[in-house]
């Protein structure tokens, strides 16, 4: 009856007191206590009573806790009610609800979606360039007609000029030939045949008989007037124009009326340097090679000098002298044996020629009886390359953020960006000065391309064509399961690996799902008050309070792996070789990697020209009267140092692709996380105050990582914290949907949510400069009503996010004793003592380990530290905005993530986080995440906590944060007020409560089939006190907590 009475009252609390009968207790009572809709009645979340709850919430409807319908993407909430009995006098109740996102797969299909296009904007890109790669290449027919001419050499045989005394025929019975092809367009001489055998004669034979046949292809390069398009080498430039003046001149005499004011493209094919070798019978005979189009020799690409120059070498001549004796030459301009028309099938157009061989003395010395002619296609293009480059624009490298850091290299040919945005802007090169970067880009131009057809064919097809079929795979199944829905195949949510908005951690490996985060969800804590008024006067009026974070696992490429790329610096395959070492890991480490190699590139380059130029200058002053533009194949010193450079640069191109991908799968998941975090404040009333800070400054999202420096999961952290960075790059706007799907563009649906329509992003911007803006539409209503007025008018907030790491498990124990001994040991080891103890520390492990798939990898504890650092040098500046210590630090912006003058200084508010980081090292700190987490809800900001499954030391820390966060409010009600310190043990306490019967073992049941968390007994007794989980929910003590049938559980 009492309860019915208040009921009728229409209370938002009924409750019941009555005595307790017991054994026990003398006197005892029983107060009950209930709340009319339990956790969908919260006041701090914006709508209250309406179904309330975040704005990325799912409708009740769109969801069953047992199996998955073709329209039920979503599993129920989770929900947990507990109560609080403030000094007998004031009782509260706290709701715990653990809900899924509804905004993690449109955005997943927003950003595949782009990146698919990307992505095949990269391939096309790449495939021109490697069309024109191959048209480069003289042994490769043209696949363009009019790109290339064809070259047909018949050689007879040698004999003697008669008015040459110095050799005889008698002692000349042997003779070899080596071909190469003198570019118009790059110094480095192309070898098209070494060392044939051709015969000598006596005197000049009739008929003609070829002895060694011949062909390639060179490609036709034409002049222009164009100085950014012109890639003849400037002294083949100079001579040509000379030429073309005095053409032009006398076609102005004689055509007066017709004459123009620029000069007639020229086609322009370069010269072949004929080399003979000879021998006497007193000394070592040459060696011939065979065949010219044996596979064993035939040069596959235009930097087959390293092995063109080991065969050179074979030939064997007595001293210099004799060689110098011995070895003829003669020049062919191709351009005097053209002919238009093609010959016959086998055939050939004209008769033999006799071209004269000279010493180094310009001495006649032999002649050469042989036929030359070069075939031009009938029709002459008029551009320097058939072949056009497709534009890369738009492509995966520029779109996540990256650039190439070879813009303002010169480094040819152009990858993954376009000539126009070639800017002095490198972080390689920006130090020099502009004038020695221009005179650099010109050297380089007259050095040929740095990547070979081979190399660039295979990662196209190897890697670019796969990964844009993958990233189309996402993007269709993604929005296919938007539109219509999951399939009806009732399997355990553990079990399932189809896309949904709920991802669990047992899928970490599947490549379809790469896009998504998993286990993602909003954890929160609202607190009320059974009174909605003071008990006294001087007492608060309780307006209760609401806590949230987003947890999640690991914003990684798990799938992907952290495994070496370039794995070895010794082979022969420019795919393959690092010249910086092995690279693996994750993103921080291969970008870190990634600036080693462009320094590389940069310095061979560098040893490259000087080398050059050196020989340039030495050839010269020992032949001053002969023009010296060519380094022939047979140098192998500048060959080898040739080489280097195409080495450097296919490696870095290769790490850079690889890290564009890496990117793009990481960015996918924190997007979906930050946006989840960024809408439930919005949602939350307790933030009303902040939104105008926000536009102004930036919404400041906190990640929280519990990741351990060792293993796969420093490959884990040194993903999330270059994607957590990325976030950088987004700008959010909330706009009223106006019920138009196409409008703004391709607009991605949000299903399954009462409030949130659609969402749409649009990338802009270049490589580094790269900038999202993410539109989401808003339920006009809602957004009328409840969406803070600052972040209307389409007002732009971008997100401010950080990264705090601290690891809280026994690999991390491990990797912090071996650090602490490996400092002990070498300050012993530097008076020379316990040299073997040190070697055998530095090739050990780092202690017990968690889980059988990290039985392998390295340790950095460092890294902890320098994240923490770097992230606490971007809360302090944010903090010197949001809350000036000075009138100086008010600039009325953070403006850039790098401190101001006046934020240099720390923040009196960050003086306990600064001293915690700075003591941190070898040392499992927890107090870290604690006090950032602290700081940056006194911030409006939000938080994000993971660890590598979102589901065990995530569920540790996240209850931790709630018990303290409700006893921090309810202590404000004590006689003590506000500055009553908390008590740990009662915070700890309620913890263990949340862990045992809250959402958390709920949600470990949804990700691997089991109710329990995945450590064990040993493991609890390394973890920090406040995160040790009660001994009724731990898996078990065998290694990786398997202790059921079926082995659902993963630690």
């Known amino acids: 009856r009492q309860l019915q009475q208040q009921q009728q009252q229409h209370r938002r609390y009924m409750s019941l007191t009555v005595p307790l009968e017991s054994r026990v207790i003398v006197d005892g009572q029983v107060s009950l206590i209930l709340f009319a809709g339990g956790s969908n009645c919260s006041s701090s979340w914006s709508g209250a009573g309406a179904g309330a709850g975040a704005l990325t919430d799912p409708d009740a409807n769109s969801g069953n806790s047992t199996t998955q319908h073709p329209n039920a993407m979503f599993h129920l909430p989770l929900h947990q009610s507990y109560g609080y009995r403030i000094q007998n006098k004031r009782t509260f109740c706290a709701t715990e609800r653990a809900v899924e996102s509804t905004v993690v797969l449109p955005i997943a299909t927003c950003l595949q979606t782009l990146w698919h296009k990307a992505s095949a904007i990269s391939y096309q890109h790449a495939t021109s360039v490697d069309q024109a790669l191959y048209e480069y290449r003289h042994d490769a027919p043209a696949v363009v007609v009019e790109s290339k001419a064809q070259v047909m050499v018949s050689i007879g045989y040698l004999y003697t000029t008669t008015s040459t005394n110095s050799t005889r025929n008698d002692v000349l019975p042997q003779a070899t030939c080596t071909l190469q092809w003198q570019r118009p367009d790059c110094m480095f001489e192309e070898e098209v045949m070494r060392n044939v055998c051709v015969p000598v004669q006596p005197k000049h034979v009739v008929p003609f008989q070829p002895a060694v046949q011949v062909s390639f292809y060179p490609r036709i390069v034409v002049t222009t007037n164009n100085n950014d398009e012109q890639v003849l080498l400037p002294a083949i430039l100079a001579s040509y124009q000379q030429q073309q003046q005095q053409q032009y001149y006398h076609h102005q005499n004689n055509n007066t009326t ?33 065949n010219p189009f044996d596979g064993s020799m035939r040069p596959t690409s235009s930097v087959s000098a390293a092995a063109a120059a080991a065969a050179a070498a074979a030939v064997v001549v007595p001293n210099d002298h004799e060689e110098e004796e011995y070895t003829w030459q003669a020049i062919l301009p ?67 953020g990256l650039d190439t850091l070879l813009e303002d290299s010169g480094t040819l040919p152009i990858l993954d960006y376009d000539k126009e945005d070639s800017t002095i802007s490198s972080t390689i090169m920006m130090a020099a000065d502009p004038a020695v970067i221009r005179r650099r880009q010109e050297q380089l131009k007259t050095m040929g391309p740095f990547i070979t057809h081979p190399y660039l064919q295979h990662h196209v097809r190897g890697l670019r064509r796969v990964h ?54 909003v954890h929160s804590l609202s607190i009320e008050s059974t009174a909605s008024t003071a008990a006294t006067p001087n007492e608060e009026t309780p307006e209760g309070a609401l806590f949230h974070n987003v947890t999640c696992g690991a914003p990684s490429d798990h799938a992907r792996g952290f495994g070496n790329i370039i794995s070895s ?40 020209i000087a080398a050059v130029g050196a020989w340039l200058v030495q050839q010269r002053q020992q032949s001053p009267h002969q023009a010296v533009h060519y380094i022939p194949v047979s140098n192998g010193e500048l060959s080898a140092l040739r080489w280097n450079v195409f080495q450097a640069t296919q490696a870095l191109h290769h790490v850079t692709w690889t890290c564009a991908v890496r990117r793009a799968n990481v960015f996918s998941q924190t997007l979906g996380i930050a946006i989840t975090s960024y809408l439930t404040a919005v949602s939350d009333v307790h933030k009303a105050v902040w939104p105008d800070l926000w536009v102004r400054h930036g919404y400041l999202i906190t990640f929280e990582g519990l990741l351990s420096a060792a293993g796969k999961e420093l490959g884990m952290i040194e993903d999330a914290s270059v994607g ?8 959010v706007v909330l706009v009223p949907d106006n019920g138009n799907l196409l409008g703004g563009g391709e607009r991605v649906a949000v299903p399954n949510s009462p409030f949130l329509k659609w969402v749409h992003l649009t990338p802009s911007g270049v490589g580094s400069k790269t900038q999202y803006r993410l539109e989401i539409g808003i339920d006009p209503q809602y957004y009328m009503e409840r969406i803070p007025e600052p972040l209307k008018n389409n007002t732009p907030v971008r997100l401010y996010p950080l990264l705090f790491q601290v ?97 240099n200084q720390i923040h009196p508010a960050l003086a306990t986080l600064h001293q915690h980081i700075m003591s941190s090292a070898g040392r499992m700190n927890h107090s870290i995440l604690d006090e950032a987490a602290s700081i940056a809800q006194s911030l409006g900001g939000g938080g994000a906590v993971f660890c590598k499954s979102g589901k065990d030391r995530t569920a540790m820390h996240v209850t931790y944060k709630s018990a303290q966060f409700a006893r921090r409010y309810l202590s ?19 913890a263990t409560l949340m862990r045992t019967y809250g959402t958390r073992l709920p949600i470990c049941e949804k990700n691997v089939g089991q109710a329990k968390y995945a450590f064990n007994a040993l493991q609890v007794k390394f973890m920090p006190d406040m995160l040790k989980p009660p001994a009724s929910t731990l898996a078990g003590f065998l290694k990786g907590g398997r202790v059921f049938g079926g082995g659902g559980i993963e630690s």
Request: aromatic share 4%.
């Open 807 to 903: 690891g809280v498990d026994i690999r991390q124990w491990g990797a912090n004793q071996e650090k602490n001994l490996k400092n002990q040991l070498s300050t012993r080891t530097e008076s020379g003592e316990l040299i073997e103890e040190a070697a055998a520390v530095s090739s050990g492990g780092g202690g017990l380990l968690e889980d059988e798939d990290d039985d392998v990898g390295v340790t950095d504890e460092d890294v902890l530290i320098s994240l923490n650092l770097e992230a606490f040098h971007k809360m302090n500046a944010y903090a010197h905005a949001m809350s000036p210590i000075s009138p100086a630090a008010n600039g009325g912006g953070i403006g850039d993530f790098s401190a101001t003058a006046a934020a």
């Open 468 to 521: 844009v079929k993958q990233m189309e795979q996402r993007a269709k199944q993604y929005a296919h399961v938007l539109s219509f829905g999951s399939r009806p195949e009732e399997i355990p949510s553990h079990q399932d690996k189809t896309p949904k908005p709920f991802r669990p951690s047992s899928s970490r490996l599947e490549e379809l799902l790469s896009g998504i985060p998993f286990n993602v969800h």
């Open 334 to 400: 191709l351009e005097a044996y053209t002919v238009t028309p093609p010959p016959p099938q086998g055939g050939t157009a004209s008769g033999p020629v006799q071209i004269p061989v000279y010493n180094k003395n310009g001495q006649q010395m032999a002649t050469m009886v042989m036929a030359l002619q070069v075939v031009m296609p009938s029709t002459t293009t008029t551009s320097i390359s058939s072949s056009t480059i497709k534009s890369a624009k738009g492509g995966l490298v520029s779109c996540v």
């Open 569 to 608: 610096t010794n082979g022969t395959d420019g795919a393959n070789v690092s010249p910086v070492g092995p690279v693996s890991g994750g993103l921080r480490r291969l970008e870190a990697k990634r600036l080693e190699l462009a320094k590389a590139v940069q310095d061979a380059q560098s040893r490259l």
């Open 258 to 290: 017709n004459a123009t004011t620029t000069m007639p493209p020229c086609v322009v094919l370069g010269n072949v340097r004929m080399t003979v070798r000879v021998a006497s019978l007193n000394h070592t005979t040459t060696h011939c090679s065979g």
């Open 724 to 731: 957590i960075a990325m976030l950088k790059m987004v700008s």
């Open 972 to 990: 404000r009600f004590t006689k003590e007020g506000s500055m009553a310190e908390v008590d740990q043990k009662v915070v700890y306490n309620d």
